[in-house]
């Protein structure tokens, strides 16, 4: 059996990606997108959909399978407890939240919906820099 400190190591680096990813989204993707126009967003939002789900899909069911390890290994763990929380409420948002706002803006582009992508996308971002922190402490700890 892989040695938890390295399951651990993988869980964060995952963690650390998908954080850094977050940021670069919340700061700098999502608020471009107002700027593409009306006439190309459709086909620029297709384009961004496909393409992001390369990027994002397979980091985050790693992290999901690793993380669930990591609370199996430590099942009486608040932390781990804790980390999976962050984690239910990150794939929670995603598709209960930007999923559908990205699916509505695949059809025109609203600023109430991109503003609204913007706004909510702070949750994904706080939950997952929490996240990172929380598993830097474990590591350290």
Not at 84 to 110: C, E, G, Y
Request: a positive charge; aromatic letters at 14%.
């Amino acid at each position: 059996m892989l040695n938890d400190q390295y399951i651990l190591l993988l869980h964060l680096f995952l963690t650390l990606y998908m954080t850094g990813l977050v940021w670069f989204v919340q700061i700098v993707h999502y608020p471009l997108m107002a700027k593409v126009g009306t006439s190309a967003f459709r086909s620029y939002q297709q384009a961004h959909t496909q393409r992001t789900t390369w990027v994002v899909a397979p980091p985050m069911l790693l992290e999901l399978g690793s993380g669930s390890l990591l609370l199996y290994l430590h099942h009486s763990s608040a932390w781990h407890w804790t980390n999976m929380a962050l984690l239910m409420l990150i794939w929670a948002s995603t598709f209960l939240i930007q999923v559908p706002i990205h699916n509505r803006l695949l059809k025109d582009f609203s600023a109430v919906y991109h503003r609204r992508l913007v706004r909510t996308n702070w949750l994904r971002t706080i939950a997952w820099t929490l996240r990172a922190l929380l598993l830097l402490y474990l590591l350290l700890d």
